[in-house]
């Protein structure tokens, strides 16, 4: 494996955390700014920013061929 194929795959768990972090940010600013009593808008975004990170991932993997 090339060195910049293991440093594009090592750095991957890195911007999943980060984007997933995010998410939850925005949900719990989204909940106190429009007062959710279950924290709704925590759980959407974070949800959301896996899915994202999921595709990130997915759409990054080599393709056989």
Avoid: H, N, W
């Avoid at 984007?19 to 925005?26: N, R, Y």
């Avoid at 759980?43 to 990170?53: H, K």
């Amino acid at each position: 494996m090339s060195d910049k194929k293991f440093l594009r795959f090592s750095t991957l768990g890195v911007q999943m955390a980060v984007l997933i972090f995010l998410g939850s940010e925005l949900g719990k600013y989204l909940d106190e700014k429009y007062v959710s009593e279950k924290g709704i808008y925590t759980a959407v975004c974070v949800l959301a920013a896996v899915g994202v990170s999921l595709y990130q991932l997915v759409k990054g993997l080599p393709k056989d061929e």
